[in-house]
């Protein structure tokens, strides 16, 4: 049973780009978490998704970041435009259910974005 | 509002030695809280989870407590190896969510032949 997979592994930017952050979670998983972890500091709750909804965004920036986990394919994490301070690691992680899903997440190994 | 708080930020040590990495939080109603280890380039793996009722797990060499009153935890590696070296991150799940945990910067921790 695969982990949770993240894609690209690294991701390099310019300024005023798109990054697109593809999370694959483990397989009979269908809660979706993203986190974003700047340099030096801990992950930080973004979104949480489950198939085809948004459940809670209130961690996500309200501009040039959205999020989705469609019926089929993996769950995205875009950003617009990006600027230098989104360079940080995003990781992704799922769970079974939600019943409480605090202790029984799984991550994937995060995407690392440099934005030049 | 919770924060989790991790001191020291880095820690070096030889081969051998008994250490503690500490992990601190302002909000005493937690539901539980975890360590998680993280490696460069690799994901979170997590080590221990104590539920708010209990007061310590172990995990061969790994001993975390948990002092809710002091709004405190602990965890302690015996007997430290090269391999042990990594990031220790903290992280307290919140009684208001189901699923948010609140995370501290990490102790990373280098353990020296």
């Known amino acids: 049973n695969a982990g949770v997979m993240q894609n690209p592994r690294h991701l390099v930017r310019r300024r005023g780009q798109e990054a697109r952050l593809r999370c694959s979670p483990m397989k009979g998983h269908s809660h979706v978490y993203w986190y974003r972890q700047l340099p030096e500091e801990g992950l930080k709750f973004m979104v949480y998704l489950q198939k085809e909804n948004i459940i809670d965004e209130s961690g996500m920036p309200k501009e040039r970041f959205s999020a989705e986990f469609p019926k089929e394919g993996p769950s995205i994490l875009r950003i617009q435009q990006v600027v230098r301070g989104d360079s940080a690691a995003y990781f992704c992680a799922s769970s079974l259910s939600t019943a409480r899903s605090t202790d029984t997440q799984y991550f994937g190994p995060g995407t690392r974005l440099t934005v030049l | 509002k919770q924060e989790v708080t991790q001191i020291p930020a880095a820690l070096s040590v030889p081969e051998g030695e008994n250490l503690v990495l500490n992990c601190s939080f302002t909000?005493?109603?937690?539901?539980?809280l975890q360590w998680f280890r993280q490696d460069p380039g690799k994901g979170l793996t997590s080590l221990l989870l104590i539920q708010s009722s209990q007061r310590e797990q172990t995990s061969g060499r790994l001993n975390a407590s948990l002092d809710k009153s002091s709004g405190r935890s602990t965890l302690y590696i015996a007997a430290s190896q090269p391999g042990d070296s990594a990031t220790y991150l903290c992280a307290v799940g919140a009684v208001w969510s189901n699923y948010q945990l609140i995370w501290g910067a990490g102790t990373k921790l280098i353990i020296k032949p």
């Open positions: 909000d005493s109603a937690i539901y539980n």
